[in-house]
């Protein structure tokens, strides 16, 4: 059903989500790898208001922002539908998909970047996002029910990046004990292939960080002291 | 549907509370508009929305739906014999979601700074402001396709999502004395304002500018720590 090009980098937990929900339609796509150092013009010319990634062009059209994309795939091409079809149950996974973006993941950085003094304040507000998420999960096998669906790939590689941010911060963010039900649900869905064969690794991601000087810039950064 | 099953949670200053009121004005469905006190959060809210505590809250039967643009949707979705909110082309519908997207997350923050900032960091955000109309102006272009609304013919979800910055803009220009929406440089976005706020859907709440003024003076006074007003 046309062109489909993926403008994306392969850490991005936000370019990750796009690819498995092209995956999990069969829709076929080349990916085009950016450096977000420095950026290339077809980014500049795909997305000129944000710069940045995850864009999705279909037919010379562009669309840009992970969660627009999500639906506007979910609409395009109907098979394995991610969104439920009620409205409310709808507005519900909207919900926690913007509560993930806003809240799970600022606040997991801002406990990653926080001064000493004000880390533990950072650390518990964290987690009390998580804790949300936890207790959504708790009893389901999916955010979706049985299969995946939007909230899984949104919520996706959130478990790598909170290893990641819990090491290049120095903290500790979840463990299997306080979050038992977001424990289990991560480890099944890291085992569904489409989803393993493409999902940021938090060695990767530590590799990344540490090689490009960008741990240095983290304040307090354990990894940037170690080095 | 009788008219106490649909109530809105909401404060008549609020721009996001306008969003679903005008959303469920379009659709012509009647609702109980339940005004929380300024200063204080009902048991209500609190029950309904435990996770942000915000408003607004739509309460559809017994069921809470919480943020003002997933609420707008919904209804959309729900109430599917009124005018359609969203077009019905994918792509359309993703460009008016990038831009209530844009609008929610980067020209709301750059208007919030703009009416507290002073001095080189009010510059800034001035610029931010203009920067953000400019794209607009543009947005506004290629979606209206010549005709009054970012939906068309009639008000659409982007229309929703930016018009009802509109009452806090005339604030920002009068009280800041400085124009945004400008014939110049924004002629498209200067008639749309104007087709939007004499709308039959908004006309009715959206708030008159000097009523906000008035308003914007206690909420000055809230930040300063100043004790809520005895209602």
């Known amino acids: 059903m046309g062109e489909v090009k993926v403008i994306g980098a392969s850490l991005s937990s936000f370019c990750c989500r796009i690819e498995w929900a092209l995956k999990l339609k069969g829709v076929e796509y080349e990916y085009i790898k950016e450096d977000l150092r420095n950026k290339s013009p077809i980014l500049l010319q795909y997305n000129p208001v944000h710069k940045k990634i995850p864009v999705l062009v279909h037919n010379g059209k562009p669309v840009a922002e992970s969660l627009v994309i999500l639906e506007y795939i979910d609409e395009t091409w109907q098979e394995n539908p991610l969104l439920p079809k009620d409205p409310l149950e709808k507005s519900t996974a909207r919900f926690w998909a913007r509560f993930v ?20 304040r950072a650390v518990e507000s964290a987690q009390e996002s998580l804790g949300m998420i936890d207790k959504l999960i708790e009893g389901k096998k999916f955010f979706g029910g049985e299969t995946i669906g939007f909230l899984d790939l949104v919520v996706g590689s959130l478990p790598n990046w909170l290893k990641f941010l819990e090491e290049l911060g120095g903290i500790k963010l979840v463990d299997a004990e306080k979050f038992p039900s977001f ?11 489409i989803i393993k064969e493409k999902i940021p690794m938090p060695d990767d991601l ?16 354990a990894l940037a002291n170690n080095k | ?27 012509s469905v009647n609702y109980e508009f339940l005004e929380e006190t300024f200063g204080s959060k009902s048991e209500l809210l609190l029950q309904s929305n435990p996770v942000h505590k915000k ?66 960091e009010r510059k800034a955000f001035l610029d931010q402001v203009t920067e953000g109309l400019a794209l607009l102006e543009e947005a506004f272009g290629k979606c209206s396709k010549g005709k009054a ?46 087709s939007f706020c004499a709308d039959a859907a908004v006309k009715s709440i ?8 008035e308003f914007s003076k206690l909420l000055m006074a809230q930040m300063k720590g100043a004790p809520p007003p005895k209602n």
């Open chain 1, 206 to 221: 530590i590799n990344y960080f540490t090689t490009s000087g960008l741990a240095k810039t983290i304040r307090g950064s």
């Open chain 1, 101 to 120: 973006d806003e809240k799970c993941i600022v606040s997991a950085w801002d406990a990653c970047r926080a001064e000493e003094h004000e880390k533990e």
């Open chain 2, 206 to 213: 959206m708030p008159e500018t000097e009523k906000l003024i």
């Open chain 2, 55 to 120: 408003i607004p809250v739509l309460i559809h039967g017994d069921k809470p739906i919480c943020e003002s643009m997933i609420i707008v949707e919904y209804i959309d979705e729900v109430w599917t014999s009124g005018p359609s909110i969203l077009p019905s082309d994918p792509y359309d519908r993703a460009i008016q979601r990038f831009w209530a997207a844009y609008v929610d997350e980067k020209w709301f923050a750059a208007m919030r700074g703009l009416r507290i900032a002073q001095g080189e």
């Open chain 2, 149 to 194: 609304f970012f939906g068309g013919d009639r008000i659409g979800l982007l229309d929703i999502a930016f018009g009802s910055l509109l009452g806090w803009l005339r604030v920002t220009e009068k009280v800041g004395k400085v124009k945004l929406l400008d014939e110049a440089k924004t002629p498209g976005l200067v008639k749309w304002a104007e």
């Open chain 2, 1 to 27: 549907m009788a008219k106490n099953d649909v109530k809105v949670l909401g404060a008549w200053p609020s721009t996001f509370v306008m969003r679903p009121r005008i959303a469920l004005n379009i659709k």
């Open chain 1, 183 to 193: 424990h289990e649900w991560s480890k099944k869905f890291v085992e569904i292939p």
